[in-house]
């Protein structure tokens, strides 16, 4: 099955900064690259996601890269506010098709410091 | 109201009981998927169906079962609760059209 690796597990950054989480994952077939934010008290809600026909998605403060070759996508957040502070999970596919659930990173708690 | 609800919010429970964790959606989703949440350890998949009919173990099924009673209604069954269950317990759905998937605001679960 998919393996999927996310570092930093935390990460602190002063309000104004850029954030990086960084996700790595074995399958070198595999298709779809979301991102999910958790907000404290609440379920995952889905940020941003990316084909593997594109190697950067933009949304705002938010953008995904993402690179085949090395088997690693990225999460960047810029000009980091205090709202943007959560745990960020990666996620990927179990198998190739349509019918396959989602593995996700183990998280990253990002705190925006005010 | 929203879209993925589950019921209760949280639970403290003895070793040895049996619990029931239920889970309704409005979404009209085909796709439900139980999740358990540890520090550090981020979201591991328990079980999922992917319609009424369709029941598949994830990661880490066992000590749990499920009931998949309607297209809307999804249950997590913990036959006799241990103590390394203490975890937070999310309910998911999803599109079989659309990757994305929609979560509950989770179940707090304590085994004592």
């Known amino acids: 099955g998919e393996n999927v690796e996310q570092h930093p597990s935390t990460l602190s950054v002063q309000e104004g900064d850029s954030a990086v989480i960084k996700c790595t994952y074995s399958d070198s077939a595999s298709n779809y690259f979301p991102w999910y934010k958790q907000e404290l008290g609440k379920g995952p809600q889905l940020i941003i996601d990316?084909?593997?026909?594109?190697g950067e998605k933009k949304d705002q403060r938010i953008a995904v890269t993402l690179n085949k070759t090395a088997k690693h996508f990225s999460l960047h957040i810029t000009e980091t506010q205090p709202e943007d502070s959560a745990v960020y999970f990666c996620?990927?596919?179990?198998?190739?098709?349509?019918?396959?659930?989602?593995?996700f990173g183990k998280g990253t708690r990002l705190s925006v410091i005010a | 109201d929203a879209d993925v609800t589950q019921t209760p919010r949280n639970r403290i429970t003895k070793t040895g009981k049996r619990i029931m964790l239920e889970c309704s959606q409005t979404k009209g989703h085909d796709r439900m998927y139980w999740y358990r949440q540890d520090p550090g350890l981020g979201l591991r998949l328990i079980y999922y169906s992917f319609d009424v009919k369709d029941i598949n173990k994830g990661e880490i099924s066992d000590g749990y079962s499920v009931s998949r009673q309607a297209q809307a209604k999804f249950s997590l069954s913990l036959e006799s609760a241990i103590p390394n269950q203490t975890a937070l317990y999310f309910c998911?759905?999803?599109?079989?059209?659309?990757?994305?998937?929609?979560f509950g605001p989770g179940t707090r679960l304590t085994v004592t």
């Open positions: 996620a990927l596919p179990e198998g190739n098709s349509g019918n396959t659930p989602l593995v």
């Open positions: 998911a759905t999803s599109d079989p059209g659309v990757r994305e998937q929609y």
């Open positions: 990316i084909r593997s026909n594109v």
